[in-house]
Each structure stands twice: as C-alpha cells, then as structure tokens.
C-alpha cells in the first residue's frame, strides 16, 4: 500500500472515531468580547495549516487571505455564536468557502471542485478532526529528539522509501527501520492516556 493512502487512512479511522475539539473557552469568551489576541496565538497557525493544504502548494500562499477573511467575518458576527463549536466550524466553513472561491477561478481545478462539492458538509467536519490531530501529532514529534524527527519528515512528510531515508541520511537501512520503531514506540509513551491518537499511532506502522 502507497504511503499517501496509509496516511489518510489514520486519518480516516479518527475521523471516524474521535469529536470535534472545541475552541478553548476562555478564547471564545474573549472573541465575543472582542479580544483576538488569544484567538490568533493559539488558533491561527491551525487555521492557516488548514487552508494550505485546501489550496496545495501551488496556491499556499493565499492561506494568509483566506483566514484573514473568516476571522473578519467572524468578528463580524460574533454575538451569534452560542458555543465554541459553533464559532470553529463557522470558521473552518468560511476559510473552506474561500479557497473554493479561489480554485474555482483556476480552470485545472474545476472537476476536483465538481467532486468535493458532493460531500461538503462531511468535508468540513473531517477537515476539522484531520487538521486537529495532525495537530497533536505533530506537537508530539517536535519534542521527540532530532534523529527521531528526521525520520518522521522523510518518511511520513516526503513519503521517502527507507532506501532513500537511509541514502540521505547516512544510515543503513536497518539503522532506519530501528529509528522508526523507536519513533513509534516514543508517540505511543507520549500518547498512552490517549485511546483514538494511540490507535492513529498504530497505524502508521502499516
């Protein structure tokens, strides 16, 4: 199995298994208060992640634009909000709305679109779920030690094969496969009071 469908398969099985976090309150209470330097120091490197991915590579640096937009919009109507979930998924919502906006306007991208259209709703809830664990995950990864973090961005990052890890890494390829049994073995450590991204980490030893 290719490394890419490995990969969005974990994050298929906490779409499935896992709720959608909520905004931390006490940042919700200060948007409806309208204070948004919380918002922006814990939210908006999430939110920015979620619409370069939207718009891949090609179009990344739009991101910016785009949750500078639904932060705006959420601004603006923030005294309709009743629940921090609310409040996110409005803004998962407008950021997923722009970026369709500016792919629409991109010839290329007119039949991905046609097809992501079908599923909009669950689009949005699984971009939430998807964005917040890749999240997790990666918090986790960067307090592991270096050589550990190297592996997880040649192997799960770039979809590297463990020759090529091993190649650029100086390493043989048992040397490669040991570091990322270690690696696996430190997520589950990090991750053992935590059923569904303990399950995710197993995963990604398919």
Known sequence: M????????CINFVHQNETIMNINEQIFQDFKAGRIDSLYTQEYPSLKAFAARYLTDSYAMMAEDCVQDAIVNAYQTRNSFNSPLQMKAFLYTCIRNSCVSILRKIDSQRNYLSEQDEDYEWEVSA??????????????????PEKYRQIFDLDYEQGLQH???AKQLGITIDGVTKRKAKMISLLREKFKEDKQMLIFVSLMTI
């Open 2 to 9: 290719e490394k890419v469908a490995i990969w969005k398969k």
């Open 127 to 144: 971009a939430i779920i998807e964005q917040e664990t890749l999240d997790r995950l990666h918090a986790a990864i960067r307090s592991l």
């Open 163 to 165: 020759a090529e890890i």
